[in-house]
């Protein structure tokens, strides 16, 4: 999707990315800023603007490079080229950090990024996997600096380490033909179709979701699903059947044989809230003060007793479908 307008830090003009996306982008209007964290004509905008601040691109340098480490897929987690996204699902957690501005940020200093990266790896004791797409949507990010296949040539070049990242896009087709060298692990976030069209909005409908995670196990990467996040909507456990006979219908045999499967149940928060019931009055609502508790922080999760359930519910449909093994987490 072409942005509406572009604010830049100029310094982004001495980086080769900086410079492409000038040209790239040279018909729309370009707004030099101070830095990409603190636009204040964005800023005070109004919560029902959010749509429209959702076209916006921002591009910065990344100034901040802290690892933290992760238990799950990864061993940590890494800020890389970009964060937020055009996509507006109602639960982000990026809105928890950046509000209303969780509009898609590019951060064109990618090598030094790169750089950093390849020398922890390669220092490390253990072969690590590095988690790049916690703060973003690389397919999503890759429409628009082209920068996937050169994020995963780059990192190969290292004598160690693997990359992941997750995504709720399909456009694939760029990273089909590289040399992997099984370092970089696929994950495609999937929901119902009826969570995806009425809550992911802007995302990629379930049946490209599934064709693309097809392919890319096809051209051989380790591949996982990520249902998440699962949320305990009305009728939910019709919803995830759903869900599950899509997946076991249409999911490769290659994928059903090499998947794990991740499950997160949703996490709520007031701003969420807040937004969601300026910028999209008729949405469906996903506060429920009967099923959810408060965690703080202006957080919502789901009461225990529901969650138990949910994970039952879900832990022996996938077996009676993929066998509960491929089951790594409920989180
Ligand atoms: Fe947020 Fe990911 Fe949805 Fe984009 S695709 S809005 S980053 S949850």
């Given at each position: 999707?072409?942005?509406?307008?572009?604010?830049?830090?100029?310094?982004?003009?001495?980086?080769?990315?900086?410079?492409?996306?000038?040209?790239?982008?040279?018909?729309?209007?370009?707004?030099?800023?101070?830095?990409?964290?603190?636009?204040?004509?964005?800023?005070?905008?109004?919560?029902?603007?959010?749509?429209?601040?959702?076209?916006?691109?921002?591009?910065?340098?990344?100034?901040?490079?802290?690892?933290?480490?992760?238990?799950?897929?990864?061993?940590?987690?890494?800020?890389?080229?970009?964060?937020?996204?055009?996509?507006?699902?109602l639960y982000?957690?990026?809105?928890?950090?950046?509000?209303?501005?969780?509009?898609?940020?590019?951060?064109?200093?990618?090598?030094?990024?790169?750089?950093?990266?390849?020398?922890?790896?390669?220092?490390?004791?253990?072969?690590?996997?590095?988690?790049?797409?916690?703060?973003?949507?690389?397919?999503?990010?890759?429409?628009?600096?082209?920068?996937?296949?050169?994020?995963?040539?780059?990192?190969?070049?290292?004598?160690?380490?693997?990359?992941?990242?997750?995504?709720?896009?399909?456009?694939?087709?760029?990273?089909?033909?590289?040399?992997?060298?099984?370092?970089?692990?696929?994950?495609?976030?999937?929901?119902?179709?009826?969570?995806?069209?009425?809550?992911?909005?802007?995302?990629?409908?379930?049946?490209?979701?599934?064709?693309?995670?097809?392919?890319?196990?096809?051209?051989?990467?380790?591949?996982?699903?990520?249902?998440?996040?699962?949320i305990f909507t009305e009728?939910w456990?019709?919803?995830?059947?759903?869900?599950?006979?899509?997946?076991?219908?249409?999911?490769?045999?290659?994928?059903?044989?090499?998947?794990?499967?991740?499950?997160?149940f949703m996490t709520y928060s007031f701003i969420h809230r807040s937004?969601n019931n300026?910028?999209?009055?008729?949405a469906l609502e996903l506060y429920d003060k009967e099923l959810m508790k408060g965690r703080g922080m202006g957080k919502y999760c789901y009461r225990p007793e529901l969650r138990?359930e949910g994970?039952?519910?879900?832990?022996?449909?996938?077996?009676?479908?993929?066998?509960?093994?491929?089951?790594?987490?409920?989180?």
């Open positions: 999707m072409k942005p509406s307008k572009i604010y830049y830090e100029p310094d982004v003009l001495t980086y080769q990315l900086g410079r492409e996306l000038q040209e790239k982008y040279k018909d729309l209007p370009w707004v030099p800023i101070e830095s990409h964290n603190n636009i204040q004509e964005l800023r005070t905008k109004e919560n029902k603007e959010f749509k429209e601040l959702k076209t916006l691109l921002i591009l910065g340098t990344r100034k901040t490079h802290k690892y933290s480490p992760n238990f799950k897929v990864s061993d940590y987690l890494v800020p890389f080229t970009s964060s937020g996204c055009t996509a507006m699902c982000c957690y990026l809105v928890c950090n950046y509000n209303k501005c969780s509009y898609l940020r590019v951060f064109v200093n990618r090598e030094e990024m790169m750089n950093k990266l390849i020398r922890f790896s390669e220092k490390s004791e253990k072969e690590n996997v590095f988690e790049i797409g916690s703060n973003s949507d690389l397919l999503l990010e890759n429409t628009v600096t082209g920068n996937l296949p050169w994020i995963l040539e780059e990192f190969l070049k290292a004598k160690k380490g693997k990359l992941t990242f997750p995504t709720k896009f399909s456009m694939v087709e760029p990273m089909l033909n590289i040399n992997h060298q099984g370092r970089i692990i696929f994950r495609m976030s999937v929901n119902p179709p009826f969570i995806i069209n009425n809550v992911e909005i802007g995302t990629a409908s379930l049946a490209n979701r599934i064709e693309a995670l097809n392919k890319v196990a096809e051209a051989d990467y380790p591949v996982g699903i990520l249902i998440a996040p699962v009728g456990k019709a919803l995830y059947t759903e869900l599950l006979d899509i997946l076991a219908e249409k999911l490769s045999p290659r994928v059903k044989k090499t998947m794990f499967i991740e499950i997160i937004i300026e910028a999209f009055p008729e138990e994970e039952r519910f879900l832990l022996e449909e996938i077996d009676k479908r993929f066998g509960k093994d491929k089951i790594l987490y409920f989180s």
